[in-house]
């Protein structure tokens, strides 16, 4: 009987989701990976044309090489206690229903959430792929942080492997078992290399030497050092969703800068070219026990792209120890660390060590490490040819 993963990622609001698909990608080429959408509810689709065509659609379908999607559909109101655990209940049984409708044996599951589901179907392996402080987040997440409290208790008491993604995480979390495993972001190094060949997106009017940003403009961020950067008159772009909850009038006012330009959501794919007109990569993460815990991708992203960045300091950030990540704690630090480095002349040896670095913390390397933690062999043709 052939064997596969599944793996249960964060919820959408969750910003290292990306990167889990990423590394689902990486895992599909050792072994097939099974991929557990968040729950739909039934009534989702009377608003979201998407989700109306994925029921119309088979909820189970594959939509990469070695990558099979499920998408549970389950009750609505799943923040209230009791039809949250009936929700789970019936999203359980999807992925039980699946994995029996696709023949397989389950070599590990991957849970990269606090979601109930490391035990769902028998597995090798169970692993708890955690990614944030989850306790420290209750209040950007509006969930109770008590009850945050008893299930990542719960999750690190289940799981057979705990993976965290920094440093933080790996204390925090090794202070209950011993053996948590740190494997932290990566970057899909190869495709974001290409940023200097290709082409400069469209739409682009600002000058250069141009600062960019790439992420979610939210509460997660400090917003006075990307004010501080425009203020000092660099040509900032900002490419990413925009929370509106988010310091809406500072943030207006920022936007409304002749030197700012705000290019909203932007798909993975689009980066490259983004990252073309870009000189400078920021990083302005505020300073929260939430962030404390957390991995930036958008730092390794800068890097792999040839781009030096300027970041807050965070535990993650001197973890990186790169001679190419400018750590700055105040806004006008912030600002004139940017202005430094825009006016640095070129440097190719520079941009190419910044490639390397890039590539050797890559999805790829993760993915290597993930896979030696929950026991896959080396040789996936083997593998795939059981």
């Not at 660099?234 to 990413?240: E, Q």
């Not at 300073?287 to 815990?293: I, L, P, T, V």
């Not at 792209?305 to 750590?327: E, F, K, N």
Request: proline residues 8%; neutral net charge.
């Amino acid at each position: 009987m052939s064997e596969i993963i599944v793996m249960v990622p964060g919820n959408p609001w969750d910003g290292h989701r990306l990167g889990q698909h990423h590394l689902a990608e990486q895992l599909a080429k050792r072994i097939p990976v099974l991929w557990v959408d968040p729950s739909i509810s039934i009534l989702t689709p009377l608003n979201d044309a998407a989700a109306a065509a994925t029921l119309r659609e088979d909820r189970l379908r594959e939509v990469a090489p070695g990558i099979t999607r499920l998408s549970p559909v389950t009750v609505p109101g799943v923040t209230r206690p009791g039809l949250r655990e009936l929700a789970l209940r019936q999203a359980q049984r999807s992925v039980r229903r699946a994995v029996a409708r696709m023949g397989v044996r389950v070599h590990s599951t991957i849970v990269a959430s606090l979601t109930d589901m490391l035990d769902v179907v028998p597995a090798g392996r169970r692993v708890f792929f955690g990614t944030d402080d989850y306790v420290a987040g209750a209040a950007l997440m509006g969930t109770d942080p008590r009850w945050l409290a008893r299930v990542e208790a719960r999750q690190l008491a289940k799981a057979d492997v705990v993976i965290a993604i920094s440093p933080v995480l790996q204390r925090k979390w090794g202070a209950r078992r011993a053996d948590v495993h740190l494997v932290p972001n990566g970057c899909m190094a190869e495709q974001l290399a290409l940023a200097d060949t290709t082409p400069v997106a469209a739409g682009l009017e600002l000058s250069s030497p141009i600062a960019g940003f790439l992420g979610h403009l939210s509460e997660r961020i400090d917003l006075a050092m990307l004010s501080a950067v425009a203020e000092a008159g660099v040509s900032l772009l900002l490419v990413g969703p925009r929370s509106p909850t988010f310091e809406i009038a500072k943030l207006d006012a920022l936007l409304a800068r002749p030197n700012v330009q705000w290019v909203g959501p932007q798909p993975f794919a689009a980066l490259p070219s983004y990252l073309r007109a870009i000189d400078v990569g920021l990083t302005p993460y505020a300073q929260s026990d939430f962030n404390e815990a957390s991995f930036p991708l958008k730092t390794l992203e800068y890097l792999a792209a040839g781009r030096p960045a300027v970041v807050s300091d965070l535990p993650a950030h001197r973890w990186i120890g790169s001679p190419h990540v400018t750590i700055a704690d105040t806004p006008a630090s912030f600002a004139a660390s940017t202005v430094d480095l825009l006016e640095r002349p070129p440097a190719p040896r520079e941009a190419a060590a910044r490639r390397a670095f890039g590539a050797a913390n890559s999805w790829a390397s993760r993915a290597d490490e993930v896979a030696r933690l929950i026991g896959l062999d080396a040789a996936p043709e083997l593998r795939r040819a059981a």
